[in-house]
Protein backbone atom coordinates (compact mmCIF):
# COMPACT_ATOMS: atom_id res chain seq x y z
CA UNK A 1 0.00 0.00 0.00
CA UNK A 2 0.50 3.92 -0.38
CA UNK A 3 0.87 6.20 2.19
CA UNK A 4 -0.69 9.00 0.53
CA UNK A 5 -0.98 12.32 2.21
CA UNK A 6 -4.34 14.01 1.64
CA UNK A 7 -3.75 18.37 2.23
CA UNK A 8 -6.72 20.20 2.52
CA UNK A 9 -7.10 23.46 0.93
CA UNK A 10 -7.84 26.42 3.34
CA UNK A 11 -10.59 28.27 2.46
CA UNK A 12 -9.84 32.16 2.24
CA UNK A 13 -12.26 34.65 2.29
CA UNK A 14 -12.31 38.07 1.57
CA UNK A 15 -12.75 41.09 3.80
CA UNK A 16 -16.48 41.74 2.04
CA UNK A 17 -17.47 38.52 2.17
CA UNK A 18 -16.46 38.32 5.68
CA UNK A 19 -18.15 41.15 6.67
CA UNK A 20 -21.56 39.95 5.40
CA UNK A 21 -21.42 36.66 6.97
CA UNK A 22 -20.43 38.37 10.76
CA UNK A 23 -21.35 41.74 10.24
CA UNK A 24 -18.35 43.06 11.47
CA UNK A 25 -16.99 46.14 10.50
CA UNK A 26 -13.94 46.42 6.93
CA UNK A 27 -11.93 48.76 9.14
CA UNK A 28 -11.99 46.32 12.03
CA UNK A 29 -11.02 42.95 9.90
CA UNK A 30 -8.33 44.98 8.59
CA UNK A 31 -6.64 46.11 11.92
CA UNK A 32 -6.57 42.56 12.86
CA UNK A 33 -4.75 41.80 9.32
CA UNK A 34 -2.63 44.56 10.25
CA UNK A 35 -1.24 43.21 13.66
CA UNK A 36 -1.22 39.53 12.09
CA UNK A 37 -4.25 38.23 14.93
CA UNK A 38 -5.90 36.45 12.22
CA UNK A 39 -4.71 33.99 9.61
CA UNK A 40 -4.73 35.95 6.32
CA UNK A 41 -2.71 36.71 3.22
CA UNK A 42 -2.43 39.42 1.59
CA UNK A 43 -2.52 40.03 -2.77
CA UNK A 44 -1.91 43.40 -3.75
CA UNK A 45 -4.29 45.65 -2.02
CA UNK A 46 -6.86 42.83 -1.13
CA UNK A 47 -6.69 40.80 2.07
CA UNK A 48 -7.74 37.23 2.20
CA UNK A 49 -8.57 35.67 5.77
CA UNK A 50 -8.50 31.94 6.48
CA UNK A 51 -12.01 31.49 7.22
CA UNK A 52 -11.51 28.59 9.34
CA UNK A 53 -8.78 30.19 11.78
CA UNK A 54 -10.80 33.04 11.80
CA UNK A 55 -13.88 30.81 13.46
CA UNK A 56 -11.62 29.69 15.55
CA UNK A 57 -10.50 33.52 16.59
CA UNK A 58 -14.03 34.23 17.18
CA UNK A 59 -14.50 31.46 19.55
CA UNK A 60 -11.60 31.04 21.45
CA UNK A 61 -9.94 34.76 20.89
CA UNK A 62 -6.13 35.76 21.24
CA UNK A 63 -4.36 32.59 22.83
CA UNK A 64 -1.19 33.94 24.73
CA UNK A 65 1.74 31.83 24.14
Given at each position: MQNITVLKM??????????E??????KYL????QQN???????????LINYEKFIEF????DREE
Open positions: PMMKTIKQIMETGLSYVKLCRITHIRTGKKYLNVG
